[in-house]
């Protein structure tokens, strides 16, 4: 099972209805951040170490459903902090659903067996499961032993319950080509998870480690040698095929930091979720007119110099897929 073909004709007719209506800033996903407290604490990510009273927030059901449909985008990521500590998560995913967004919830899937019978099986909901390398490195990389084994029987759970699950991996410096492949052969021919997402791990500010992160030369240099040999093929990708040739350093784009807007306990993170430092905005539509967008993106900002994550550069690539005949059949027939 790949992506649905509802899914695909949906956000194919939504992209075609902006561009007749001349739009030309526009969202595709919306980073949903209805907490950021979580029960791990990972050393490449810096959302938890915010203060006690900030972690204690949690946006409510009407708060959520108000700014997906302030956006309008037609898929959902529902990340964190950890969404299943969130006690309203299953009415969230149900409002959402109900409202036809297709609905990502990105989980470490340390309480998903014990919470999965909330939530209904839809060609609306997917499972997101983080799992950055094999066991030895996965736990490493979350700071806690046994987190990949309860991850994999999650996994297993929720696909024997009919769910679709995919899978999000991060990739650090010390990840060599041969344990990128070794984790994507196992999610892939293993464990059977419908699709996976990868992306270069994005220096945070406030991340324990900051040693580790990728750096422009060394994603290419990891990714070139991973995909060599025509390999991405066999691999059921979530993204599409420009994409990863941006990660190989086949083509270069402009950031598209609108494409993925991030709406948080702290309203409407400027200009993307991996950067805490710019501000927020009270509304969607503050967030898109008040924005100066020329600040960001490599070249322009500092803290963009060494990113190439998908919330910026999937949207140009899914842009320029769908503007180009040759790259919509290139998306549809394979990488």
């Known amino acids: 099972m790949t992506m649905p073909l509802q899914q ?52 409510s059901v009407d708060e959520c459903i108000a700014a997906v449909e302030e956006c309008g985008a037609p898929m959902v990521s529902i990340a964190g902090g950890e969404p299943l500590v969130h006690e309203q998560m299953p009415q969230i995913v149900e409002e959402l659903v109900k409202r036809k967004k297709f609905v990502f919830l990105c989980t470490n899937a340390l309480l998903l067996k014990k919470k999965i019978h909330l939530f209904k099986p839809s060609i609306y909901f997917v499972w997101m499961i983080h799992l950055d390398g094999m066991r030895e490195r996965h736990d490493q990389s979350v700071c806690r032993d046994g987190v990949f084994d309860k991850a994999i029987e999650a996994i297993k759970e929720a696909k024997s319950r009919g769910f679709r699950v995919f899978t999000n991996t991060t990739f650090f410096d010390q990840d060599g080509p041969e344990a990128v492949r070794e984790v994507l052969d196992y999610l892939n021919d293993d464990l059977k998870v419908d699709m996976m997402q990868i992306s270069p791990a994005y220096a945070y500010e406030k991340a324990p480690d900051q040693e580790h992160f990728l750096g422009v030369k060394r994603t290419r240099e990891i990714f070139s040698s991973v995909f060599a040999g025509g390999k991405r093929k066999k691999w059921r990708l979530n993204h599409s095929p420009l994409y990863l040739d941006f990660l190989e350093g086949k083509v270069d784009f402009e950031c598209t930091p609108w494409g993925i807007p991030c709406y948080t306990v702290f309203g409407w993170q400027r200009p993307c979720y991996l950067m805490s430092k710019e501000g927020y905005a009270r509304t969607y539509k503050e967030l898109l007119d008040e924005t100066d967008w020329s600040k960001y993106g490599r070249g322009k900002h500092e803290s963009c110099e060494n990113c190439m994550a998908h919330c910026g550069y999937e949207p140009t690539a899914v842009m320029k897929t769908t503007g180009s005949f040759k790259e919509s059949l290139r998306a549809a027939f394979g990488n």
């Open 8 to 59: 695909k004709i949906a956000v194919a007719k939504y992209i075609a209805g902006k561009r007749l209506r001349g739009e030309k800033k526009y969202p595709l996903v919306l980073e949903l951040e209805p907490l950021l407290q979580c029960n791990l604490a990972c050393a490449g990510c810096g959302k938890i170490q915010h203060p006690d009273d900030i972690l204690r927030r949690r946006l």
